[in-house]
């Protein structure tokens, strides 16, 4: 235990500074760190380091699935639907249907069943992949909505299609009358018990006196419970955690206070992050594990089996994502779609943004060694290294290369009507408008009497005016030196109040926590501000 947790240790240092090159160097982290844990996986101090698939799904998958449908738009996931579980489902299983084929056609002793099994695994495209590399680039605002919606609900349908292609194999039985109802079955029934158990805890978080750090450990036990009493039953623990995380989320400005939504948005930023990084640098580390049992020759043939499952995946991908934009169009005419002319740069990159990650290996190592039988599960090594194969060309081909994709394309928004700035301008006018109303109506007897109420009236008053002449003469361009101005007086502004109050900490007639008070006052209108920037 003790060296388990010395190598733990240095992989987070690790990870931390391959993160910090990838920012230099602007490469989405998670392939720097795909590369990076390939050589890492021979250094013999961090042998013994493995990928264990009921780590994989039982502690990492349920917060990281549950922080994705967290932060999701539900509005724009709505918005999205019907492309968004196409996506999903009808394409992840279209996909597994493809490689089954393939796979038994290509490769000797492969099965169907095998086929499928081995579909299941590397159908769903990863999340954290796409989501780190569209980061630093320009799209539309739909398609990042489409490509994170998708991955909230793939992981489902694939490990479904895993599941019963892998009893196949284990029974040599398979009905397919039964297994479509018990899809449906193991889908709904998911959905169901999320939502029961997201209500248990509206309840908990709405009625029983929480703290803020109550309410964040609550965030924390959430998904696992919601994971555990899905899978207890057999059904799909990962679409639970989604329809339940969608629940809550939505309802988060109920059940939970300023200070909780606060506090638990920097923590759960900093643990999804240190769990992404450990599980691709984990893949990188299984690389050893993967090809030890294939031998030399096997392994001459297995990169060979590789790269023409990984062709066919690839182009599998961009086929079904054309294919969706030629049945929308025809759709459209009989009923009322979101996008009734999707045209074809948003399904080349929907297409090319289909990176393989971590999920596609666990479930590719959860497959048992033996047969109920005592035998060797067939083709167990070829299925693993085909599986670590695609995650790698998929990730350093399509990741390095959808960058330079996007810039091509150059993709139009056309939900872009108003810019991100002038939409802000307008919303800070109308609660700025409103505010004022409201004190002029309600509140006036206060503003003769009480001086801090008419130090808000006047503050307010000039945030009217000066979003008035922002509109009235300020253009884009102009509008932008004007805040960075701003934003340069700000910084050092707050600068210097930090180094005072820092000094005023020192006298002994002072209390502490009045300081580290002003001092949280201070790092709140930092991150206003940055987020003002960054959403510019």
């Excluded at 489409?146 to 194999?169: K, M, P, Q, T, Y």
């Excluded at 054309?322 to 009734?340: H, L, M, N, Q, R």
Aim: glycine content about 6%; charged content about 15%; overall charge neutral.
């Amino acid at each position: 235990m003790h060296h388990l947790i010395i190598q733990c240790t240095c992989l987070l240092v690790v990870i931390l500074f391959v993160v910090m090159l990838a920012q230099k160097i602007k490469i989405a982290y998670p392939i720097l760190l795909v590369l990076v844990g390939l050589p890492l996986g021979f250094v013999p101090f961090l042998k013994g380091i493995e990928i264990q698939p009921d780590l994989i799904f039982v502690i990492f998958l349920p917060p990281l699935l549950y922080e994705a449908a967290w932060y999701t738009s539900w509005k724009d996931f709505w918005r999205w639907r019907r492309v968004i579980s196409s996506f999903a489902f009808l394409i992840v299983v279209l996909t597994s249907c493809v490689i089954a084929f393939v796979s038994h056609s290509v490769i000797p002793g492969f099965t169907l069943a095998l086929g499928f099994l081995l579909g299941g695994i590397i159908s769903p495209p990863d999340a954290v992949s796409a989501s780190a590399i569209l980061k630093n680039v320009k799209v539309p605002k739909r398609f990042i909505s489409i490509v994170e919606g998708e991955s909230l609900l793939n992981d489902a349908s694939s490990l479904v299609v895993f599941r019963f292609a892998l009893a196949a194999v284990l029974t040599g039985k398979f009905a397919l009358g039964e297994a479509s109802l018990s899809f449906v079955l193991v889908i709904v029934m998911g959905v169901v018990i999320g939502l029961l158990v997201a209500l248990i805890f509206y309840a908990i978080h709405r009625w029983l006196p929480t703290t803020a750090n109550i309410d964040i450990i609550l965030t924390f036990i959430t998904p696992y419970v919601m994971y555990m009493a899905a899978e207890e039953f057999h059904f799909s623990g990962v679409l639970a955690v989604v329809s339940g995380g969608l629940f809550l989320s939505s309802q988060k400005h109920v059940i939970l206070t300023y200070r909780s939504r606060l506090q638990g948005v920097n923590v759960w930023e900093a643990v999804a992050f240190v769990l992404n990084g450990f599980v691709f640098i984990l893949i990188g580390l299984e690389f050893p594990v993967i090809i030890k049992d294939l031998g030399p020759d096997g392994l001459t043939t297995a990169v060979t089996y590789s790269l023409i499952i990984t062709g066919v995946l690839i182009v599998s991908r961009l086929a079904s994502t054309f294919g969706a934009s030629v049945f929308t169009v025809f759709i459209s005419k009989y009923i009322t779609t979101a996008d009734p002319n999707p045209g074809w740069k948003g399904p080349l990159l929907l297409g090319w943004a289909g990176m393989r990650g971590v999920v596609s290996l666990a479930a590719a190592l959860s497959i048992p060694e033996h047969l109920p039988s005592g035998a060797a599960f067939p083709q167990r090594n070829m299925i693993l290294f085909i599986t670590f194969s695609v995650i790698i060309v998929t990730l350093v081909l399509q990741g390095l290369s959808l960058p330079l994709l996007v810039k091509l394309v150059n993709l139009p928004d056309p939900d872009l009507t108003v810019s991100p700035e002038q939409q802000r301008q307008m919303v800070r006018k109308k609660l700025s408008k409103l505010a004022l109303q409201l004190l002029d109506d309600k509140y006036a007897n206060h503003l003769a009497n009480n001086n801090m109420i008419k130090a808000l009236q006047l503050r307010l008053n000039a945030d009217m005016e000066l979003l008035e002449d922002w509109e009235k003469d300020c253009s884009e361009q102009r509008a932008d030196e004007f805040y960075h101005d701003y934003r340069l007086i700000m910084d050092d502004i707050m600068a210097k109040q930090r180094d005072l109050l820092l000094t005023l900490n020192k006298k002994e007639n002072i209390s502490d926590s009045i300081i580290r008070h002003q001092l949280e006052l201070l790092d709140l209108e930092e991150e206003k501000l940055r987020q003002h920037f960054e959403m510019g």
